[in-house]
């Protein structure tokens, strides 16, 4: 999956239409309908706007392209549901705003200390 893909799949679990995005990205629809149909690339800038107007940070927008192109391969049944919940688990994550993401890896920290007891 590459960032216009990922772009396009966070844009449309938001409901967002590609107008109000690119109208708070500092683009146009068209600019966006092409980067999201790979027919145009992104300068950083731009990324950084997109990433901003959809409250994703561009760090996850690539984590989420390269676990798409390389997803994880699991030998067992028990390892595609774990699998399936991470995947899960992280589309839901990207949706958070960065605040509660924070918070999130927090208290996952705290859970792995308290496993660790």
């Known amino acids: 999956m590459n960032i216009g893909q990922v772009l396009r799949k966070i844009r449309k679990e938001r409901k967002a239409s590609l107008e109000e995005i690119a109208l708070v990205a500092g683009t146009d629809a068209a600019n966006l309908s092409r980067v ?3 027919k145009q690339r992104l300068t950083p800038d731009m ?8 409250d994703v940070p561009v760090s996850s927008l690539y984590l989420i392209a390269e676990q798409n192109l390389h997803p994880v391969k699991p030998a067992s049944v028990a390892g595609k549901v774990s699998a399936a919940r991470l995947e899960d688990a992280l589309s839901r994550f990207v949706l ?5 993401q924070e918070l999130t890896v927090d208290f996952m920290d705290l859970l792995l200390k308290a496993t660790r007891k």
């Open 36 to 38: 999201e149909r790979d």
């Open 47 to 54: 990324l950084e706007n997109v990433a901003k107007a959809l």
């Open 96 to 100: 958070l705003s960065t605040q509660d």
